[in-house]
């Protein structure tokens, strides 16, 4: 199959375009850059387009010759992005992709979305019929990437299959270097119980996903979320780590809200300025919002069954992090 795969020099898009080729896939990434990560793509054997997601010209030149597109690139939390940046990116350009690929004679587009449409789950674990409660630019600019994405498929007549992946993993992961180099260096502290809920999914699982969400026909229209098949409390989440670094977690306990308001305060000072602050609020948030997540929808109309897991995640992903030495 010809498929397409954006964003695929970062994390996830990277480990999804390497695991289509090796399935076989005749695969092409669109890249911003042709930098080190599109030359290393190449060598792998993968057709690399570069352009941006608000070329139109770019767009038709990716999909042209393609069956299905799985899109994962995305602007991610930036202090100088602003909320038009996010739009563009995030929404616009979803509608503009399947619009594009329609005129190229497109069959599907996957588009990777995020559990943290959801929000707070107060009501745990959350399936995709719970309430979407979107909390910052990034989340909204995602939920409403969905929608303009459904409407445009629906236009032209594209299958179009939303996949909302939970805390992703693994090695080459960069995102939860803190946590990981925090626990395993006893310098991580829980702010707050440490009771609220959280989902990892191993990246090999997500890609599986993906890819399941690409191939199935039944997966057309619908919405899938995609996590691992283990959930933790965030207290037992670092307690594991802990265990596969060797050491004992740090005891100690901070109150939430003094930390909240130093956020806001490095927030209302760098921002502005287009630095990004040593403090988020949304960093806080990682200690006081549940994400706890239903596969069952995935599991049954997919196929999908997470293979690793989580302390096998975790060791895997410690031992990339020690062979280069961020731990």
Not at 39 to 62: K, M, N
Not at 83 to 95: C, K, M, P, S, T
Not at 209 to 232: D, F, W
């Amino acid at each position: 199959m010809r498929t397409l795969v954006t964003g695929a020099a970062g994390f996830t898009g990277g480990h999804l375009a390497r695991a289509l080729r090796a399935g076989g896939h005749e695969v092409r990434a669109l890249v911003r850059a042709a930098d080190a990560r599109a030359a290393a793509l190449a060598r792998d054997g993968i057709d690399v387009a570069t352009g941006d997601l608000r070329d139109p010209g770019a767009l038709g030149r990716a999909v042209d010759g393609v069956e299905v597109v799985y899109h994962v690139a995305a602007l991610y939390r930036q202090a100088s992005a602003r909320r038009a940046d996010y739009r563009a990116v995030n929404a616009l350009a979803v509608a503009a992709l399947a619009d594009a690929g329609a005129s190229a004679g497109v069959r599907r587009i996957v588009y990777c979305s995020t559990v943290g449409v959801h929000g707070d789950v107060e009501r745990p674990p959350a399936g995709e019929d719970a309430p979407l409660r979107p909390g910052d630019e990034y989340q909204r600019s995602k939920l409403e990437g969905e929608r303009l994405g459904r409407e445009a498929a629906a236009r032209r007549g594209l299958e179009f299959v939303v996949a909302r992946p939970s805390g992703i993993y693994g090695p080459g992961d960069r995102r939860l270097l803190k946590l990981f180099r925090g626990v395993a260096r006893r310098r991580f502290v829980i702010l707050g119980s440490g009771a609220i809920f959280y989902h990892l999914t191993y990246i090999d699982d997500l890609v599986e996903g993906l890819r399941l969400c690409g191939r199935v026909p039944e997966a057309a229209g619908r919405t899938y979320i995609l996590a691992g098949g283990e959930v933790t409390s965030l207290s037992e989440l670092v307690g594991r780590i802990a265990r596969q670094a060797g050491v004992k977690p740090l005891p100690l306990r901070l109150p939430v809200w003094p930390v909240w308001a130093a956020g806001a305060v490095c927030e209302a000072i760098c921002v502005p300025l287009g630095v990004e602050p040593p403090l988020y609020r949304r960093r806080v948030d990682f200690f006081t919002k549940s994400r706890a997540f239903d596969i069952s929808r995935a599991r049954a109309e997919l196929g999908f069954a997470p293979q690793v897991g989580l302390d096998e995640g975790i060791g895997r992903t410690l031992d990339w992090y020690r062979k280069y030495g961020w731990v």
